[in-house]
């Protein structure tokens, strides 16, 4: 049977009902999922329900014609799916992966045709780039995280029967893919191993010379506090700290490892702590603290610096351990250091974090920081649940699909 | 066993006491004098002997390493200090331990007889603390031809020095010692039974970047036997380039086979080195033990081949600091030697990462 090629306006209602479907746990889906990816201690179970809130959220019919509105290419995104006939492709069921066996579709063969390399300390750490893909009118093939083979696979299939054309296959091991050729290879990694991944992917034929990569190597974010916010309310300030802290234990590239602040860590240590206990409370970390964690934290005890326990993370006002995982810096410093470690930490530095209201970011943005390209300021509440078009590293993935 | 810098230096230099007895020794020794290490063991519960913490290197850089019957030191070095970081400092309370480490280390490795030690360090001349140069500078004293020297800056390499070093060998280096004990000419016929004549062969001593700049200035060939050390550091740095093209490009660019391109492993934290001969990783001397360490739980050991970071048991650190962990990224061998491979980033392990996978 053939298929039309899908307008962009249809793409997003397929993709809105594929993605409601999952979150109403059509075939038992979701609830399978979920329980596999709690029980085998991939994740733990209040960081994947928090991350179904933020798709039930984030992921509407109005946020991805935005999105695309936003990207500018709109009225071209038709034009990337070619009329033509979609056989639907020989799907091989395994579990955890779809691959595609004998040749494509003749339709999704004239489409452009992506490769994510889903790499994430976070559950359906790759949604965005699932999204960004089938939005694009590309045909979608995922390498999923070893860490999270399950809740994507979900959604994947799901997917799959609003359009199938575009989902190429999937698999949690990157060997176990056909030889694609991608057009385009979405991936996140360290700057010192993107031409290692790229040497990998060529030689498993799943990109060819023409292949367009988009590297994503930022790995923690910063929060950037003014005497004002103190004087505010302290104890929602930590709250929200603690959250952009410690949520997904720390582990992604907007959780925030560095604070820039008027006032010292001492000072704020009580406050951090009680809004720590809160949140560990209601969030039973999967881990007791690392041995690693315990080593930097007897080292910065031996040495007279602060060190506070922060769940199972700590917290010192020694900033040369920045982007140690589980270790937060707390830099007792004003907006010249802000831009100072913007600099020296460049790619590494996601965003950083502002806690204030509309008028408050507005007057941040505006002011000295806004010709510094490192620096992407955003409000603190949103650290943890971000919009479906927030751009990692900086780069609209949609537009840059299109571009590319 | 007491402070006595001799006795020290007799001790930790005596081949016939095993390794691990003179580790405990000096591990005891910096529980009860170095107070830094001491407090950072007893947080780590670490008071157990067959499980010595190796403290943080920047240890050097956030207190004062002192050992607490050290008025003052003999010497102090200090690292170059990257813009915005702190510098290393590390005081040398005796520096007789240090030279004598430093030579007796060399010589593990290489007959200091056999060589002129010329060394180019145009990033390290505004750093008169360096522990480098003077672990050099020891070396090039300690070579009675006189002809061993720091290169001047400007003029590193001219192709007069090699002529003139290729024609001294050891013949006249053994007459101009006996001349000067006998009174005899030097270059007098040697008598039957003396050595028969024997090139001096060059050894070129530089800072890996420093020595791929004098390449690119037009530095000449050198002659087939010499040895070039590069000396690992990142001044007059312009890119990060591997190890195995660092090695090819001096290689080719000296006129050299790839096993004279040698490495020295040091630093200014440390009072001994590693030497890589040419087969492409490092050895240490008997005072000296490298191991490779779980970045994510330091006390653990990687086994051979797997990456981690560089841990340091340095016993000619007795007075200062012996056991520490680097932040270099580092793997050993099965046959005990190791590899340096860069720098760790630490930040590896947060956000997204493909390769982690």
């Known amino acids: 049977m053939s298929a039309p090629p899908v307008h962009i306006s249809e793409r997003i209602a397929r993709i809105c009902d594929g993605v409601d479907a999952w979150l109403n746990n059509e075939d038992g889906i979701l609830d399978t999922t979920v329980d596999r990816t709690a029980t085998e201690g991939l994740f733990p179970?209040?960081?994947?329900?928090?991350?179904?809130?933020?798709?039930?959220?984030?992921?509407?019919?109005?946020?991805?014609?935005?999105?695309?509105?936003?990207?500018?290419?709109?009225?071209?995104?038709?034009?990337?799916?070619?009329?033509?006939?979609?056989?639907?492709?020989?799907?091989?069921?395994?579990?955890?992966?779809?691959?595609?066996?004998?040749?494509?579709?003749?339709?999704?063969?004239?489409?452009?045709?992506?490769l994510c390399l889903h790499a994430g300390n976070l559950p359906l750490v790759g949604l965005q780039d699932i999204i960004a893909t089938l939005l694009s009118g590309a045909v979608y093939y995922g390498k999923l995280s070893r860490r999270d083979p399950w809740l994507a696979d979900g959604l994947l299939r799901l997917l799959r029967k609003r359009l199938p054309d575009q989902l190429g296959g999937w698999a949690s091991r990157l060997e176990e893919l056909d030889k694609v050729g991608a057009d385009k290879v979405l991936f996140a990694g360290a700057e010192s191993s993107v031409?290692?991944?790229?040497?990998?992917?060529?030689?498993?034929?799943?990109?060819?010379?023409?292949?367009?990569?988009?590297?994503?190597?930022?790995?923690?974010?910063?929060?950037?506090?003014?005497?004002?916010?103190?004087?505010?309310?302290?104890?929602?300030?930590?709250?929200?700290?603690?959250?952009?802290?410690?949520?997904?234990?720390?582990?992604?590239?907007?959780?925030?490892?560095?604070?820039?602040?008027?006032?010292?860590?001492?000072?704020?240590?009580?406050?951090?702590?009680?809004?720590?206990?809160?949140?560990?409370?209601?969030?039973?970390?999967?881990?007791?603290?690392?041995?690693?964690?315990?080593?930097?934290?007897?080292?910065?005890?031996?040495?007279?610096?602060?060190?506070?326990?922060?769940?199972?993370?700590?917290?010192?006002?020694?900033?040369?351990?920045?982007?140690?995982?589980?270790?937060?810096?707390?830099?007792?410093?004003?907006?010249?250091?802000?831009?100072?470690?913007?600099?020296?930490?460049?790619?590494?530095?996601?965003?950083?974090?502002?806690?204030?209201?509309?008028?408050?970011?507005?007057?941040?943005?505006?002011?000295?920081?806004?010709?510094?390209?490192?620096?992407?300021?955003?409000?603190?509440?949103?650290?943890?649940?971000?919009?479906?078009?927030?751009?990692?590293?900086?780069?609209?993935?949609?537009?840059?699909?299109?571009?590319? | 066993m007491n402070q006595s810098y001799t006795t020290w230096r007799n001790y930790l230099f005596n081949t016939d006491i095993p390794f691990d007895d003179k580790v405990r020794t000096v591990y005891r020794h910096q529980l009860e004098h170095q107070p830094v290490y001491r407090r950072f063991c007893d947080d780590m519960n670490g008071l157990d002997e067959n499980a010595i913490p190796l403290i943080p290197v920047q240890v050097y850089r956030?207190?004062?390493?002192?050992?607490?019957?050290?008025?003052?030191?003999?010497?102090?070095?200090?690292?170059?200090?990257?813009?915005?970081?702190?510098?290393?400092?590390?005081?040398?309370?005796?520096?007789?331990?240090?030279?004598?480490?430093?030579?007796?280390?060399?010589?593990?490795?290489?007959?200091?007889?056999?060589?002129?030690?010329?060394?180019?360090?145009?990033?390290?001349?505004?750093?008169?603390?360096?522990?480098?140069?003077?672990?050099?500078?020891?070396?090039?004293?300690?070579?009675?031809?006189?002809?061993?020297?720091?290169?001047?800056?400007?003029?590193?390499?001219?192709?007069?020095?090699?002529?003139?070093?290729s024609n001294l060998n050891t013949v006249t280096y053994l007459n101009t010692r006996r001349h000067r004990r006998s009174g005899r000419m030097p270059g007098a016929t040697a008598k039957p039974g003396v050595t028969p004549a024997k090139k001096r062969r060059i050894m070129l001593f530089g800072a890996a970047f420093g020595l791929l700049d004098m390449i690119d200035a037009g530095a000449p060939k050198l002659p087939e036997d010499a040895v070039i050390v590069e000396t690992g550091g990142m001044k007059t740095h312009r890119r990060e380039i591997s190890k195995e093209e660092l090695r090819k490009r001096l290689s080719d660019g000296f006129g050299l086979p790839p096993e004279s391109i040698h490495s020295e492993y040091g630093m200014t934290e440390m009072c001994s080195q590693a030497w890589d001969t040419g087969k492409g990783s490092f050895d240490c001397p008997p005072w000296l033990r490298i191991t490779v360490r779980n970045p994510e739980n330091p006390q653990q050991v990687q086994p051979a081949g797997e990456e981690g970071l560089i841990g340091v048991m340095d016993l000619a650190n007795v007075h200062s600091l012996a056991f520490f962990l680097t932040q270099d990224r580092g793997v050993a061998l099965p046959d005990g030697s190791f590899r340096v491979l860069g720098r760790w980033d630490h930040a590896e392990l947060r956000g997204c990462n493909f390769l982690v996978e």
């Open chain 1, 45 to 114: 179970r209040h960081d994947v329900m928090h991350m179904l809130k933020q798709v039930s959220v984030t992921v509407t019919p109005k946020a991805l014609q935005d999105w695309a509105d936003r990207a500018g290419k709109a009225d071209r995104a038709g034009k990337a799916v070619q009329a033509g006939k979609a056989d639907r492709a020989d799907i091989t069921d395994r579990a955890g992966s779809e691959i595609s066996s004998g040749s494509a579709p003749a339709q999704s063969r004239q489409m452009p045709k992506v």
């Open chain 1, 195 to 404: 031409e290692e991944v790229k040497q990998r992917i060529h030689e498993l034929g799943l990109a060819s010379a023409q292949t367009h990569f988009l590297p994503r190597t930022a790995r923690f974010s910063m929060a950037w506090l003014d005497e004002e916010d103190f004087r505010s309310d302290s104890v929602r300030l930590s709250k929200r700290l603690i959250e952009a802290m410690l949520r997904y234990e720390g582990r992604g590239c907007r959780s925030l490892a560095v604070v820039v602040a008027p006032r010292s860590l001492s000072e704020v240590a009580g406050y951090l702590a009680d809004a720590a206990e809160v949140f560990v409370r209601r969030n039973r970390p999967s881990h007791y603290r690392k041995p690693g964690v315990s080593y930097w934290r007897s080292y910065l005890k031996s040495t007279g610096k602060e060190v506070y326990d922060i769940g199972s993370q700590i917290i010192t006002d020694d900033y040369e351990l920045i982007g140690r995982e589980d270790v937060i810096c707390w830099l007792t410093g004003d907006e010249k250091d802000v831009v100072r470690l913007a600099r020296q930490y460049g790619p590494q530095l996601q965003q950083v974090y502002v806690y204030a209201g509309r008028e408050t970011l507005s007057r941040k943005v505006t002011g000295s920081l806004s010709d510094v390209p490192e620096i992407r300021l955003e409000p603190l509440s949103g650290a943890q649940s971000p919009s479906i078009d927030w751009r990692p590293d900086g780069i609209d993935v949609l537009a840059w699909l299109w571009d590319a």
């Open chain 2, 62 to 165: 956030d207190a004062v390493v002192r050992a607490d019957y050290l008025e003052t030191p003999q010497a102090v070095f200090r690292s170059s200090g990257t813009t915005g970081m702190k510098q290393s400092i590390h005081e040398i309370a005796d520096l007789r331990l240090y030279y004598e480490s430093c030579y007796r280390g060399f010589s593990q490795f290489y007959d200091p007889h056999e060589f002129v030690l010329l060394a180019w360090l145009p990033g390290y001349s505004d750093n008169p603390e360096s522990s480098l140069v003077a672990m050099i500078d020891h070396l090039i004293q300690r070579d009675g031809t006189g002809q061993s020297r720091f290169l001047p800056l400007d003029q590193p390499l001219a192709g007069a020095d090699l002529t003139t070093l």
